[in-house]
Nanobody
Framework: QVQLVESGGGLVHPGGSLRLSCAAS????????LAWYCQAPGKQRELVAS???????NYADSVKGRFTISKDNAKSTVYLQMNSLKPEDTAVYYC?????????WGQGTQVTVSS
């Protein structure tokens, strides 16, 4: 059973930075894709960024140029570096992993951007 455990969320001022981490119980290398999603109150969960096993990345338009997704195969960890944070980035952020037809979610970590 794969487990994903997120960390790194918190409260930050507008313009600040946070780095989210997601530690996987299995090797990150074996996943077809890894991603970060976010869900704000009253809204649907939406894709923030993804990275394939080959390293190809994809970002939501709203975070391009501000967020960076990366992975460390040796540490079985995927990261989301978030810079120039805005109040509208406030949400619960979830780690996602896909291996074949199996999909896994973390428990989520709260990110709040407020002055």
């Amino acid at each position: 059973q794969v487990q994903l455990v997120e960390s790194g969320g918190g409260l930050v001022h507008p313009g600040g930075s946070l780095r989210l981490s997601c530690a996987a119980s299995g090797t990150v290398f074996s996943f077809n894709a890894l991603a970060w999603y976010c869900q704000a109150p009253g809204k649907q969960r939406e894709l923030v960024a993804s990275i394939t096993s080959g390293g190809t990345t994809n970002y939501a338009d709203s975070v391009k140029g501000r967020f960076t997704i990366s992975k460390d195969n040796a540490k079985s960890t995927v990261y989301l570096q978030m810079n120039s944070l805005k109040p509208e980035d406030t949400a619960v952020y979830y780690c996602y992993a896909q291996r074949g037809f199996n999909r896994y979610w973390g428990q989520g970590t709260q990110v709040t951007v407020s002055s």
